[in-house]
């Protein structure tokens, strides 16, 4: 297990953080969480990175292409762009935790943000467009703005056409925006050709398809046979929207003919079909041809539809993703019903021929997922694909979700009901020719072709092209499969506690666990070492109060609902064990509504558990027996702040009744041995009631202790010893203290905190004392730091949170809300150098001792499995693992393992190439020594 280091894990997201979301082609995911840039590797479904710099709410993130050639010089590196809603845009080095840039126009906010992939000139372009008509052009390497051209209207969004360069798209509040002269070298001259769709036909009566082309937002009734491609004709020439141009000063165009843009959620060109540009409405989708200025395909949503709210459109294949409001995915396919030809007047046009007219593009629905229940907190955001293979997607929710669903195809014999449907274009496989064989011909010429069995991980591979005639072709049917789903915490979070801190009886087993509870009920279990969400438990059904853990693996939880009138509740008090899930109830079914609980805490050596209540006496229990010890009389104190001795150490205890130990017979010293298994020095480190042998009971359990304060400051001590509660010393108030809210307890060290922000440090051994005001107001949490001699105290005020060192009595660090952090909600130490916050953003917080680095490089976080990723690897071993598996010409039989560098310098290079190696998709090392296997003998 790696040493804890500095990581944020994330919450909920805000509104502003809906299109700040990228798959990029380097296989990783990066998204915004409030103002945190989020990593996450969708393979392990892990948050890998998590990336803290802004200052306000992030609505742009970005990964560079790097479509270029790489060498020791510029080796493969993880390069990231994010922008918030402040107008700062900051350029990452992702695995390395820094930012290499960061620029701003002013504190203008950003509407969108792309690189520029297209071009040889530089691969550190980018440009991002600022409201409401600005266009910048910056170099990401300098932070240096090369131009900006300023627009006449209002711009919202913008694309890159990947067939042109020069050619971009703008999406306006009431127009579209075509550049034809985009260029990196130099400022646009032109201002744009202005674009209005308008429906150049009225309604007509009569039926139609579909998924006709029609008027915006209009139905249609259902044809068959002839009538139904009659009637798609009909509406071709009846309806058609065209878009018309307007120069210079335009007047307006009429509402009825007008479709209006202000409706508009997407625009983006069609990466599979040149000149055609996607338009994203809630109930329809529009394609439109820029050549012939005309809308030719219309995806009609029905009329019982969840509407569209994203439309991603893949590159190997002409295939729409298109993402519902109810969190549904569908494929919409091009629907081939006839053979392609060219219009007489556009040669290669891509729309289909029926007689003598053009029929216009259709898609069909050809796949969908389940819809999901939503509600306030779990709202659809976005959706992102995987660039490379274009069959896996990511869809993230409001709540910090992630689901990933995976695409796949199915013998059409074999499909569902639902797909197993005749279709007017069945979708075939490219075929695979399973052969462990590869022949090459002894010349060759373009296209390369041989027998090599391809394996089926892209989306090209899935399903064959339009003109596919391979003989080996087959019909499929697609279907959606959720391969993984990442949770992150459930907001808003109200308490932290962190288990038992490691020793060295238990460094073998421990795991840095984080128990949080929530308002819902729940509590999560959290590995802190690995950032990931280990274990859910709804306990309750209201706002769970407090935590405590009992052992490395079992903790109490406690909750009640808000007071009524009369200030009392029903109480719930449960022991849960994680590894089996096995909940019981401490204190019983209490059916009597009774004052709530105000405190929970539970003795060092796990064998008591001391309950208190608002305006009401306290309890002791037993866990090992789960039994009442004793509740305080009506006229006892009213408890404030409480905690217990650490000095009850099982060598302490042990040393005290060794005399008392040795004089009893065997089946005591059996007894004893299973007493030294506390649950902070056993090995399997379950519940103390589980620990500890039921003969136990009869014996006499380890005395201990703990204090208490009252409404006056006067400070009371009490001891435990097996069913025995006695009362010891009291100890008269401070005059210089308030009323105190809570005591930490180590050593010989006690510290108590009042609420005007007052510490008094009491040094039990040379019996003295000493006041030191903090001047920050009530402090409602004091926790010392574990490990011994660390006397680091974490102190938790109404504005902040403080760490002093109550050995030398002198400030560390400070940290001041909402300044600096979001409010927080509760603070906790992880390590022993590792202070935890919990922050009002929903998010957890993991920070150096100084609560100023919040991320660190990938390289020291642990993982669910070993990640494959050229990117994480130094340069050098990035490009030797390169030209390992591109060809071998030193050997005769190809291998993937590499064996070959002897030197003891690159002994390291060679472990990470082969641990890459080994982690390769089974289906892509098969190909890979078969194809390569015969590259090398020739």
């Known amino acids: 297990m790696k040493l804890l280091c500095p990581r944020v894990i994330t919450g909920s997201l805000t509104a502003l953080n809906k299109g700040a979301v990228d798959w990029g082609f380097q296989g990783l995911i990066a998204y915004g969480c409030e103002n945190i840039v989020v990593i996450v590797e ?50 990452w080095d992702v695995a390395a935790a820094v930012t290499t840039a960061m620029f701003s126009d002013g504190n203008r906010p950003i509407q969108d943000m ?72 130099k400022l646009p001259s032109s201002k744009g050709r202005k674009f209005y769709i308008s429906n150049s036909g009225g309604n007509i009566s009569g039926s139609g398809s579909s998924s006709s082309l029609g008027g915006h937002g209009s139905s249609f009734s259902g044809a068959t046979g002839v009538d139904k491609r009659t009637g798609t004709r009909q509406t071709l020439r009846s309806k058609v929207k065209s878009l018309v141009m307007q120069e210079g000063k335009h007047s307006r165009i009429e509402d009825g003919s007008n479709i209006m843009l202000t409706d508009c959620l997407q625009l983006g060109y069609h990466p599979a ?29 029905e009329r019982t539809g969840s509407p569209f709210v994203q439309v991603y459109a893949c590159r190997q294949r002409d295939m729409l993703i298109c993402l519902h409001e109810n969190g549904s995915i569908t494929v919409r396919m091009r629907k081939l019903c006839c053979s392609p030809a060219p219009t007489p007047n556009e040669p290669g046009s891509p729309y289909m021929t029926v007689g003598d007219s053009n029929v216009d593009v259709m898609y069909e629905l050809r796949c969908q997922s389940d819809p999901m229940r939503l509600n306030k907190q779990a709202r659809i955001y ?40 005749p279709v007017m274009s069945p979708l075939h496989t490219p075929g695979e020719n399973i052969t462990d064989q590869c022949t090459i011909p002894d010349s060759w010429t373009f296209p390369y072709r041989n ?37 992150g915490v459930a907001s808003p979070i109200v308490v932290l506690r962190m288990c038992p801190p490691l020793t060295t009886k238990n460094w073998n087993i421990y795991k840095a666990l984080l128990a949080v509870g929530t308002t819902c009920g729940s509590v999560q279990i959290f590995n802190l070492a690995t950032g990931a969400l280990w274990k859910e438990f709804n306990l309750h059904s209201c706002s769970v109060r407090g935590l405590e853990w009992v052992s490395l693996t079992g903790f109490l939880s406690y909750a009640y609902p808000t007071p009524g009138t009369n200030g009392l509740v029903k109480n719930e008090l449960l022991l849960i064990d994680i590894n089996t899930g096995r ?16 405190l929970v805490r539970v003795s060092y050596l796990k064998q008591y558990v001391v309950v208190t209540f608002k305006d009401c006496p306290m309890e002791i229990w037993d866990l090992r027996s789960f039994t009442l010890l004793r509740q305080m009389p009506p006229n006892f104190p009213i408890v404030t702040s409480l905690e217990w001795s650490p000095s009850a150490t099982v060598k302490n205890l042990k040393r005290r009744h060794a005399s008392q130990e040795s004089a009893k017979g065997s089946s005591d010293s059996t007894v004893a041995s299973a007493r030294e298994q506390t649950p902070e020095h056993t090995a399997q480190g379950s519940p103390a009631v589980e620990l500890v042998d039921r003969q136990e009971n009869k014996a006499a359990a380890l005395k201990e202790h703990f204090v208490f304060t009252d409404n006056e400051g006067q400070l009371y001590h009490f001891f435990v010893e097996g069913s025995t509660v006695r009362e010891g010393s009291k100890i008269p108030p401070d005059g210089n203290m308030g009323l105190i809210t809570c005591i930490a307890w180590k050593g010989d060290t006690m510290v108590l905190a009042d609420m005007d922000g007052n510490l008094s440090i009491w040094d039990l051994k040379a019996r003295i004392s000493k006041a030191v005001p903090t001047h920050r107001g009530w402090i409602k949490k004091i926790r010392f730091a574990p490990g011994r001699g660390n006397m680091k105290l974490l102190i938790l005020y109404g504005d902040g949170v403080d760490i002093w060192d109550a050995k030398e009595v002198e400030l560390v660090s400070s940290i001041k809300t909402p300044k600096d952090l979001p409010k927080l909600q509760d603070v906790e130490w992880a390590a022993s150098d590792r202070p935890l916050l919990a922050t009002d953003d929903g998010c957890i917080r993991v920070l150096d001792m100084k609560m100023r680095v919040s991320c660190s490089q990938i390289q020291h976080h642990d993982t669910l499995e070993v990640i494959f990723s050229p990117y994480l690897l130094p340069g ?11 060809h071998q010409p030193w050997r005769e039989n190809y291998s993937l393992q590499m064996t070959d560098l002897t030197d003891t310098s690159e002994e390291f290079t060679q472990k990470l190439v082969n641990e890459q190696v080994d ?18 003998k020739r």
């Open 876 to 886: 050098k071993a990035s490009l030797t693992l390169q030209y390992h598996l591109q």
């Open 42 to 91: 969708p393979k392990i479904v892990q948050v890998i990175q998590a990336l803290e710099k802004h200052r306000c709410a992030v609505v742009k993130v970005k990964w560079a292409k790097e479509n270029y050639c790489h060498d020791l010089a510029s080796s493969y590196n993880l390069r990231l762009a994010s922008a918030d809603v402040a107008g700062h845009i900051f350029v």
């Open 451 to 487: 027998n090599i069995s391809t394996p089926k991980m892209v989306l090209s591979d899935m399903i064959g092209s339009i003109d596919s005639k391979v003989k080996s072709e087959h019909e499929v049917a697609f279907k959606f499969l959720l391969v993984g789903l990442l949770s």
């Open 583 to 598: 909940t019981r109830q401490l204190r019983g079914n209490r059916t009597a509504e009774e004052p709530p609980i105000e």
């Open 273 to 301: 079909w040149r000149h055609c540009l996607i338009l994203v409405y809630p109930r329809e989708v529009l394609l439109v041809d820029l050549q012939i200025k005309q809308t030719v395909g219309i995806i009609p949503l």
């Open 382 to 421: 976005s959706i992102s694909a995987c660039p490379v293979t274009e069959n896996k997607f990511s869809l993230l929710l409001g709540d910090s979700r992630i689901l990933f669903w995976e695409l796949r195809t199915v013998e059409l014999a074999f499909a569902p009901h639902a797909y197993n449907q």
């Open 114 to 185: 792309e690189w520029l992939s297209l071009q040889d000139t530089s691969h550190d372009l980018l440009a991002v467009l600022h409201p409401p008509h600005s266009l910048v052009l910056w170099n990401a390497d300098t932070g240096t703005k090369i131009w900006k051209k300023t627009y006449t209207e209002s711009l919202l969004s913008f694309s890159f056409d990947p067939f042109d360069a020069a050619n971009v798209a703008f999406l306006g509040q009431d127009c579209l925006l075509l550049v034809g002269d985009f260029s990196c070298h």
């Open 919 to 936: 982690i390769i998709d089974r289906r892509a090392r098969r190909a890979f020594i078969i194809a390569l296997s015969a590259f090398c």
